[in-house]
């Protein structure tokens, strides 16, 4: 069998352990002779499953009693609309910050339904740097303040969380959820996509503070109301029962790696590593300003576009997988996502080293 190593942004690699504990329950989980995807989402099995992966969840980030945890369907994308129709009163405003693309879309779904006040946009700097907090034009009767923590494709991440008073916190958290220990009592909402750092696409999840449900409009779609989700234990419909699974198999894997805590340290160590080879080569460039790098997303470009295709197929021959970088901005990126192991980030590097050798 031959895995490879691989550094999609997503959906991104999952543990290999967890792959094989699912395979081996696929067709009979654990002597009930039947698959978990063909299990009412109300049986007691199911219902067990589900539970014990939002406590693991709750272990591993220490979420606080007083906030919900949903596993939804629809991706982030899909909470772009329903955090302001949850959170935006008809007439109300929002603050964002751009920082890329992801913030981007967040603003542009959220101007369907309201003001939006762009705080601050790293634009200038071709979203290679994080505005300097002292220049945001936030506003205090703000009905919440919403930013990108980690920036996916520009490969742009907040090693701080900003302090916006009174107003609340909301995260998109896709791409950083589980890298390292965060102090989830600081936010209103974090919300992410599972495919990048929880489990396989499909799955959304959003931990709420309490205080902030039942505040949506009339005109919520109601799989959109978090309430309802919270007040349903997030089987208001059929939830996505498979990935609610493998998602649960994955926060025990963390469990087993030392946690979130854990991780961070394995996470810290391959993200300087990978920089500081990139940094040291002369040959290859990361444009990401030196404080506002990514953990989990590393863009990099050769010295000529021209050998970004030589790259690749060699690439792809060492058996590195899913290295180009985002369509909209060219060259490599390399995804290091808590799966994406140090013996990954090793033969990277070894591999740009005989790289850079060769065509240097
Ligand atoms: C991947 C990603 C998204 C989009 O997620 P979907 O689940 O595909 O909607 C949004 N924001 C960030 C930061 C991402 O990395």
């Known amino acids: 069998m031959g895995r490879k190593f691989n550094f999609c942004a997503g959906p991104a690699a999952l543990p290999e352990a967890v792959l094989a504990q699912a395979r081996d329950e696929m067709l009979d989980w654990q002597g009930r002779g039947l698959s978990v995807m063909e299990m009412s989402h109300r049986s007691d099995e199911m219902v067990a499953i589900a539970t014990a992966a939002e406590q693991d969840l709750r272990e591993l980030l220490h979420i606080p009693a007083n906030y919900k945890v949903l596993f939804l369907q629809g991706g982030a994308s899909m909470q772009f609309s329903a955090i302001p129709l949850n959170l935006m009163p008809s007439g109300g405003s929002a603050d964002y910050l751009n920082t890329g693309q992801w913030s981007k ?6 101007q369907r339904y309201g003001k939006v006040n762009v705080v ?11 505005p300097a907090f002292d220049g945001w034009k936030l506003d205090k009767n703000a009905a919440y303040f919403h930013y990108t923590p980690n920036e996916t494709i520009g490969g742009v991440e907040f090693h701080w969380i900003p302090d916006t008073g009174n107003v609340p916190l909301v995260a998109d958290m896709s791409s950083t959820i589980l890298s390292r220990p965060v102090d989830v009592s600081k936010f209103g909402v974090i919300y992410a996509g599972a495919q990048k750092n929880i489990g396989p696409a499909g799955l959304t999840i959003v931990i709420v503070s309490e205080d902030l449900l039942g505040r949506a409009r009339d005109i919520t779609p109601t799989m959109l109301d978090w309430k309802v989700a919270a007040d349903n234990e997030s089987m208001y419909n059929t939830p996505p029962t498979y990935a609610w699974y493998l998602a649960g198999l994955v926060f025990k894997w963390l469990k087993a790696q030392g946690g979130v805590e854990g991780m961070a340290a394995i996470n810290e160590r391959k993200a300087k590593k990978l920089y500081g080879y990139i940094d040291s080569s002369g040959f ?10 990514s953990w989990m997303n590393v863009p990099f470009v050769l010295p000529d576009e021209k050998l970004d295709k030589p790259f690749l197929a060699g690439a792809e021959e060492a058996g590195l997988l899913n290295l180009k970088g985002h369509r909209s901005v060219g060259g490599m990126r ?10 990954a980030v090793d033969a ?9 050798a060769r065509h240097g």
């Open 120 to 130: 601050a946009s790293a634009k200038d700097s071709n979203f290679s740097t994080i």
């Open 105 to 110: 879309k967040a603003i542009e779904e959220a």
């Open 348 to 356: 990277l590097i070894a591999y740009m080293q005989a790289f850079a």
């Open 284 to 293: 290859y460039r990361n444009p990401v300003e030196l404080q506002s790098r």
């Open 334 to 343: 390399a995804s290091i996502y808590n799966a994406v192991g140090e013996d």
